[in-house]
């Protein structure tokens, strides 16, 4: 794992709801809404599982690319052009720092933030999975905000698609809509439609792994774990892929690091970690887990929705006690359950 930066050292205590409102109750327990968690052993999605991600109609597609117009995970990112001043001005190089999209284009002026506003990113897609593009559609933001949190600021983007712009093979399931589309379904705790950007982040979504890999963008809704966890204090470009992973483990109730969620919709959770990112703890709530990054739960005591014998079987861990912290166990983080 990355060495954490100073940055993040400070101690920060808040709520895990993603995006609370100005003056909430910052003690308060975290309650993951339904598009970040999902009881759904064996999962659905492209391919084989699902980290609530963007949606073409019905086709989820994995919204991470290559800058340097490779093919990866089904699509070559042809070209990403801004609208400035009404000039469409399609850039020489595009990326992502903390967060933040930046863009070149010749001698000007580095664009970023909301330069990107009115951005279309056009992309060519591998609809049939048979490693040759055969679609292509236009990625469109049409929106962005900023929203500060302890450890930076967090930059949503709101992505959108018109119907009409979608071709080849994969136009064949796309209903028609006069109106563009969000990329993303609503989340439920902010009620943003919006987008995470990552730097140099791939997901295994055979494994709901993040990995680290050079010259890539990746696009996560706020919605699923993925682009949500920034929303609770957790910042992939500080904590590094591997941390970063564990977060959205925990998010998922994925004790045994083996992609199987153990958890609903709605289910409230509080944690902790040793950095000071987040604590959300109560004395009153009983220890569910505690993980670590790299592994996943290392035991359990009270899990979210499951049997904590049948945990134990299925990860060949070992129960907590009910007093353990995470130096009991050389763990990272620490949840609880409230009830």
Same mark, same amino acid.
């Given at each position: 794992?990355? =060495?954490?930066?100073?940055?993040?050292? !400070?101690?920060?205590?808040?709520?895990?709801?993603?995006?609370?409102?100005?003056?909430?109750?910052?003690?308060?327990?975290?309650?993951?809404?339904?598009?970040?968690?999902?009881?759904?052993?064996?999962?659905?999605?492209?391919?084989?599982?699902?980290?609530?991600?963007?949606?073409?109609?019905?086709?989820?597609?994995?919204?991470?690319?290559?800058?340097?117009?490779?093919?990866?995970?089904?699509?070559?990112?042809?070209?990403?052009?801004?609208?400035?001043?009404?000039?469409?001005?399609?850039?020489?190089?595009? /990326?992502?720092?903390?967060?933040?999209?930046?863009?070149?284009?010749?001698? !000007?002026?580095?664009?970023?933030?909301?330069?990107?506003?009115?951005?279309?990113?056009?992309?060519?897609?591998?609809?049939?999975?048979?490693?040759?593009?055969?679609?292509?559609?236009?990625?469109?933001?049409?929106?962005?905000?900023?929203?500060?949190?302890?450890?930076?600021?967090?930059?949503?983007?709101?992505?959108?698609?018109? =119907?009409?712009?979608?071709?080849?093979?994969?136009?064949?399931?796309?209903?028609?809509?006069?109106?563009?589309?969000?990329?993303?379904?609503?989340?439920?705790?902010?009620?943003?439609?919006? !987008?995470?950007?990552?730097?140099?982040?791939?997901?295994?979504?055979?494994?709901?792994?993040?990995?680290?890999?050079?010259?890539?963008?990746?696009?996560?809704?706020?919605?699923?774990?993925?682009?949500?966890?920034? =929303?609770?204090?957790?910042?992939?470009?500080?904590?590094?892929?591997?941390?970063?992973?564990?977060?959205?483990?925990?998010?998922?109730?994925?004790?045994?690091?083996?992609?199987?969620?153990?958890?609903?919709?709605?289910?409230?959770?509080?944690?902790?970690?040793? /950095?000071?990112?987040?604590?959300? =703890?109560?004395?009153?709530?009983?220890?569910?887990?505690? /993980?670590?990054?790299?592994?996943?739960?290392?035991?359990?005591?009270?899990?979210?929705?499951?049997?904590?014998?049948?945990?134990?079987?299925?990860?060949? !861990?070992?129960?907590?006690?009910?007093?353990?912290?995470?130096?009991?166990?050389?763990?990272?983080?620490?949840?609880?359950?409230?009830?």
């Amino acid at each position: 794992m990355k =060495t954490l930066t100073k940055t993040l050292l !400070m101690a920060t205590t808040l709520t895990l709801a993603g995006g609370c409102d100005d003056g909430a109750d910052l003690n308060e327990s975290a309650e993951f809404g339904g598009g970040d968690v999902a009881l759904r052993p064996g999962g659905g999605g492209f391919s084989g599982i699902s980290l609530n991600g963007p949606v073409l109609n019905v086709e989820e597609i994995p919204a991470i690319f290559d800058t340097k117009k490779g093919f990866h995970q089904r699509s070559v990112l042809v070209k990403v052009c801004l609208t400035i001043k009404d000039d469409v001005l399609c850039l020489d190089e595009y /990326w992502v720092d903390q967060g933040q999209l930046w863009g070149r284009k010749g001698s !000007m002026p580095l664009f970023s933030g909301a330069d990107f506003v009115d951005s279309a990113w056009y992309v060519k897609y591998d609809a049939d999975d048979d490693g040759v593009p055969d679609s292509s559609f236009i990625l469109r933001i049409n929106h962005m905000d900023e929203r500060p949190m302890p450890a930076g600021i967090h930059y949503v983007y709101d992505f959108v698609y018109n =119907t009409w712009e979608v071709g080849g093979l994969l136009s064949s399931k796309i209903e028609q809509s006069k109106e563009p589309i969000y990329l993303c379904e609503q989340d439920p705790d902010t009620g943003s439609y919006g !987008m995470t950007a990552i730097r140099d982040m791939d997901v295994d979504y055979k494994t709901a792994e993040m990995l680290d890999r050079k010259n890539t963008i990746t696009l996560g809704c706020v919605a699923g774990g993925i682009g949500k966890a920034p =929303t609770w204090n957790y910042f992939h470009h500080l904590m590094g892929s591997k941390a970063y992973t564990t977060v959205i483990q925990m998010i998922r109730a994925d004790y045994c690091g083996d992609n199987l969620s153990w958890t609903m919709p709605g289910t409230k959770l509080a944690m902790r970690d040793k /950095w000071g990112f987040v604590d959300s =703890t109560d004395p009153s709530y009983k220890l569910e887990a505690i /993980w670590e990054v790299g592994v996943g739960a290392v035991c359990v005591y009270k899990p979210r929705h499951a049997d904590p014998t049948d945990i134990v079987s299925h990860c060949g !861990m070992k129960l907590c006690d009910a007093s353990d912290d995470e130096g009991a166990w050389g763990g990272q983080f620490l949840t609880q359950n409230p009830t």
